[in-house]
């Protein structure tokens, strides 16, 4: 008897060391088990739950956040944005100086960097990304490259780049540009292994290979992508984390109750209405995003009837926006009028909103030749997004509204990354969309959000005006910041008179976290790095 005790005893003490084992797994969702030799119930991964999830993952060819935040941690810029800011500071260049006219930039490289394949980070790897999205097309889907440099080729702000030694780049341009330094430290200019990318674009988006703190180790799709920690990162003593895993909830009630049960520790699509109880709960702390994104209606004004701008602007009074403020955003965020919010340098507030106003909105659209209104479709998203909390009942808010001044309105749903791709191409005659700033200047707005330079790719509403055109490719090359900043305020006047949107909310994002997470900074940008984060 005593020794069949004895031997189950021993069974039970060697299952639970497999078990042990197991639960250390790269794929896995523990949190806790450092490998520094260190306290072993340290809590080492950071889980983000988010509502979607990346499209591809390379940052090139992507316009979404849920992508871009997953290749912040494994691919670095040039230059990068201090925590919390737009401010510059240096990335993967150590210093930069401005030559002829803002004409000549050149760059000094950080020495000794290794990307995670082993393979030297060094100047002529900066040429060969930027060679590769100067020299690209529309069908490589390279999705900033155009609406932040103006375009391919010959059609390029930048001229040309060059590597002057192994650790020098020299930019030239063909003219000044303003914004270049804010473009250069935005996420999808993360420099990437050249050798890397010579094994396809399908293979590299699924299987990114930068110089950041994280490595990329599995993603297992529409469920969770699982970052490793670069144990040869060149900034000593980061990461501090072992694992950053982020992971799909798609719903937001969900999403919270999985942040307290400490199945994840920090996440995003915070239901303004939950931003209270959350503060109220000594485990939990709210994390508010610096205020620099838009929610918007978007009119793409190449289908009929969205092709008459006077029915775009009667459907501007058909939104009541303090209405789906204090329904959907628990009253948190100032009613729009412009495509792009007033922290930014250049807004145009003596622009006059369009009021909710039913009356008015049938008036304008009978003399349209619309007395009995029409049927139309709305696109949204299936799941929430910083700028949009709940985009279905948005939607039928909106659908509400318009019916009362005779627009019958059929709601089209589809998941995120079929959505996103969709409505890039032109399928939607309406759909509801939102913008969080890159970099914080008036250009990452306007010229990216509503040029013609950005048909195909950020431009949804595919809103074409020479006139708007031609003031924001100035602004982009005025050397006078007062100047260009009343280029944008001419160019903002022409696009409400046009009305391609229905401007809707600026907001301010709250995300919510474990008490215990610190030297969290949510930058405004909406996506930042996880190299200082760690657990009390």
Not at 82 to 99: F, I, R, V
Not at 360 to 367: P, R, S
Request: aromatic share 10%.
């Amino acid at each position: 008897m005593k020794k069949t005790l004895v031997f189950m005893f021993t069974l039970i003490a060697m299952v639970s060391l497999v078990l042990v084992g197991c639960s250390s797994d790269a794929g896995g969702d523990d949190k806790s088990g450092g490998t520094d030799g260190g306290d072993s119930d340290a809590q080492d991964t950071l889980i983000y739950g988010r509502g979607a999830d990346a499209t591809r993952l390379d940052p090139a060819t992507v316009t979404d956040g849920e992508s871009l935040k997953v290749t912040q941690q494994v691919m670095e810029t040039l230059i990068k944005f201090k925590p919390g800011t737009t401010e510059l500071e240096p990335g993967l260049a150590t210093d930069w100086e401005q030559k002829d006219d803002g004409k000549t930039y050149v760059f000094e490289l950080r020495e000794g960097v290794k990307f995670h394949d082993g393979t030297d980070f060094n100047a002529d790897a900066v040429v060969y990304n930027f060679e590769r999205w100067q020299n690209g097309s529309d069908e490589d889907n390279f999705a900033y490259y155009p609406s932040m440099f103006g375009g391919f080729g010959d059609e390029s702000v930048i001229e040309s780049v060059e590597a002057v030694d192994e650790y020098t780049v020299e930019f030239h341009l063909r003219d000044s540009f303003a914004p270049f330094l804010k473009n250069l430290a935005m996420t999808p200019f993360a420099i990437a292994s050249p050798e890397a990318l010579e094994e396809g674009a399908d293979e590299f988006e699924k299987h990114p290979v930068g110089t950041g703190p994280f490595e990329f180790a599995e993603w297992d799709k529409d469920n969770k992508i699982v970052l490793t920690k670069n144990e040869d990162y060149w900034d000593e003593g980061k990461p501090k984390l072992e694992r950053v895993i982020f992971r799909v909830i798609d719903d937001n009630s969900a999403r919270l109750n999985a942040l307290k049960s400490g199945e994840i520790d920090l996440m995003d699509g915070t239901n303004p209405s939950d931003v209270e109880s959350i503060e109220e709960d000594d485990d939990l702390e709210i994390y508010n995003r610096p205020p620099l994104s838009m929610a918007y209606f978007g009119f793409n004004v190449e289908e009929e009837p969205f092709d008459n701008k006077d029915v775009r602007v009667a459907l501007n009074h058909a939104v009541d926006k303090e209405s789906l403020i204090n329904a959907f955003y628990a009253g948190q965020g100032e009613p729009a009028k412009n495509p792009m919010p007033p922290t930014v340098d250049g807004y145009n507030d003596e622009i006059e909103a369009y009021e909710y106003d039913p009356e008015k909105a049938k008036e304008l659209l009978a003399d349209a030749g619309y007395p009995d209104g029409f049927e139309m479709d709305l696109w949204t998203m299936s799941n929430p997004r910083p700028y949009l909390p709940e985009p279905g009942k948005i939607a039928e808010n909106i659908q509400s509204t318009f019916g009362e001044v005779g627009v019958d309105v059929n709601i089209q749903t589809y998941e995120w990354s079929t959505y996103i791709e969709k409505v890039t191409d032109g399928e939607a005659p309406a759909f509801l969309m939102g913008w969080t700033g890159d970099n914080g200047d008036a250009d990452n707005f306007i010229y990216t959000l509503l040029d013609e330079d950005a048909i195909g790719s950020n431009n949804m509403s595919r809103y074409a005006n020479p006139d708007v055109h031609e003031l924001l490719k100035d602004a982009q090359t005025e050397p006078d910041d007062e100047v260009r900043m009343e280029l944008y305020k001419k160019a903002q006047e022409i696009i409400h008179e046009e009305a391609p949107w229905i401007p809707i909310i600026y907001s301010e994002e709250p995300l919510a976290g474990t008490a215990n997470l610190q030297d969290y900074v949510p930058n405004p940008t909406g996506s930042e790095p996880f190299d200082e984060v760690s657990f009390k």
